[in-house]
């Protein structure tokens, strides 16, 4: 691509952590993320996340299903003026301290101006409070995020139908919940929150970040960004994900995502 080209790209986990800090890169791409590190310090790229790099990878693999599973729903309700009450729902967990590196690699990409971008806004995610981090906002106002709200929520949509990204969540509360046995209605959440063995926990914190790469891709999409730049292709998963070469090739045909590893975007980069 031209070099004086400025591209918006969307970094996984693992090609974000890279690109922060290159020397202690344990993949064979040292070189490849100092080009890229130095074209975002240049201006030439623009990075960006899905806030669910916070609020789903930031809870540690043996937290996970214990931190999820105390998900609740609250409600607070508010008088606006006479005979008019304002009632607001969400959903709260009791959270574990974030990881260190984690939290410092958050607050390093948003020092370089890499902004999370929201998630879908359907009953069951988890959100940042705007008032802490600086979400992206599109130009063209609230029109135009509710444009590119829509297109996340199309996307995740057919996610869902695929059994992909958030729907491996879902699919092991049903598992966890027929094993333990619960017959009332509750959050997909509780269950994943009956996971005992060791066994289950560690397929509780894998579903759980498959849910995290769903959501990165439909925020990608929904705001749509250039790039999509991962080196994950699903294969510690060891079922169906987004990430896997099927799901990547469809995405690209059907909704035009164009994925690359951090070799191919410093290749574009010096071309």
């Given at each position: ?142 029109a135009?995020?509710?444009?590119c709200?829509?297109?996340?929520h ?75 730049c ?11 994900s ?30």
């Amino acid at each position: 691509m031209s070099k004086n080209l400025i591209k918006r790209i969307t970094f996984d986990t693992n090609t974000l952590n890279s690109v922060l800090y290159p020397k202690k890169s344990q993949r064979q791409n040292k070189r490849e993320a100092e080009i890229v590190l130095e074209a975002i310090y240049s201006e030439r790229l623009q990075g960006f996340f899905c806030e669910t790099l916070i609020t789903l990878e930031g809870i540690t693999d043996k937290d996970r299903s214990s931190t999820i599973g105390s998900t609740n729903v609250i409600a607070r309700s508010q008088e606006i003026e006479k005979n008019q009450i304002s009632i607001k729902i969400g959903l709260q967990f009791t959270p574990s301290p974030m990881n260190i590196q984690h939290e410092n690699r958050i607050n390093d990409a948003l020092s370089l101006k890499i902004l999370p971008l929201r998630s879908g806004m359907e009953m069951g995610n988890f959100h940042l409070d705007p008032k802490i981090y600086s979400l992206y906002e599109p130009d063209g106002g609230i029109a135009e995020l509710a444009r590119c709200m829509d297109r996340v929520h199309e996307l995740a949509k057919v996610l869902r139908c695929k059994g992909v990204g958030k729907a491996a969540a879902i699919a092991l509360d049903e598992e966890l919940t027929d094993k333990y046995g619960n017959d009332e209605e509750e959050l997909f959440h509780k269950g994943l929150g009956r996971a005992k063995t060791n066994s289950e926990k560690k397929h509780v914190a894998k579903a759980i970040a498959e849910w995290a790469d769903g959501d990165s891709i439909t925020s990608h999409y929904g705001f749509g960004m250039n790039l999509f730049c991962s080196e994950d292709f699903g294969k510690s998963y060891q079922k169906p994900s987004v990430l896997d070469e099927e799901h990547r090739k469809w995405l690209e045909s059907d909704f035009g995502i164009k994925f690359v590893t951090l070799f191919e975007l410093a290749r574009m980069l010096t071309e």
